[in-house]
């Protein structure tokens, strides 16, 4: 589920390298094809026109919602030339790729219409913080996922992986249980959605 991971210029994980949506392996794409699944009804019923990714990664699922999109798309993440070269490979005229991380959104407030972070709070140092600033930018909606805990560990470790460090994915700094995340987003608005495709956390918010 979790394979190695990158490292920005000031020494920041930037995420897995894995590529976990185009993977081969039987298991991955099982447990994929779920979380896709899920994560595409929650889009369907928030229904963006305008939408931020805070942590879009190579930029596979914004390119997919900027096609499904009218208005202005922006993926944001840290600067990283993997990253940035695959961003190149996703051009779609109403997309927009940024370098910057997510604690100051130089956005104003309800700029977008949507938020997402999926699969990257749990990286994040701070992420009351960053939540607080999506829920800033947006004005109707943030789609959240994050590895449910202590489940994701206790895979990793089934597995023989991260034995060391008990299980936790390297650069994965917060852990969540369903009800502690949904605790955390309830701070900023109505948890309309709390799905959970088999090993994650997925939440619809309404501002």
């Not at 990714?53 to 390119?63: A, F, K, M, N, T």
């Not at 370098?99 to 972070?117: C, R």
């Not at 460090?165 to 650069?171: A, F, I, K, Q």
Request: aromatic share 8%; proline share 6%.
């Amino acid at each position: 589920m979790s394979g190695s991971v990158t490292v920005d210029r000031e020494g920041t994980v930037t995420g897995n390298t894995y590529d976990k949506y185009g993977s081969t392996n039987p298991v991955v794409r099982r447990l994929m094809a779920s979380f896709e699944r899920t994560l595409d009804e929650l889009f369907v019923q928030a229904a963006p026109q305008t939408l931020l990714d805070v942590g879009c990664g190579e930029g596979v699922l914004v390119e997919k919602w900027a096609r499904r999109i009218a208005g202005r798309v922006v993926g944001i993440d840290l600067d990283d030339p993997q990253l940035q070269a695959e961003w190149a490979e996703r051009q779609v005229p109403n997309l927009e790729y940024r370098v910057m991380k997510a604690e100051n959104l130089p956005f104003a407030d309800g700029e977008f219409e949507v938020a997402t972070a999926i699969e990257v709070l749990e990286h994040v140092p701070d992420p009351e913080h960053t939540v607080a600033e999506m829920a800033r930018v947006a004005s109707r909606h943030l789609l959240v996922s994050v590895p449910r805990e202590p489940l994701w560990r206790g895979l990793n470790m089934a597995r023989g992986a991260y034995l060391k460090d008990l299980g936790n994915t390297p650069g994965h700094l917060n852990h969540w249980s369903k009800r502690g995340f949904v605790s955390l987003l309830s701070k900023h608005g109505t948890v309309v959605e709390a799905r959970s495709p088999f090993p994650w956390t997925m939440l619809l918010v309404r501002l």
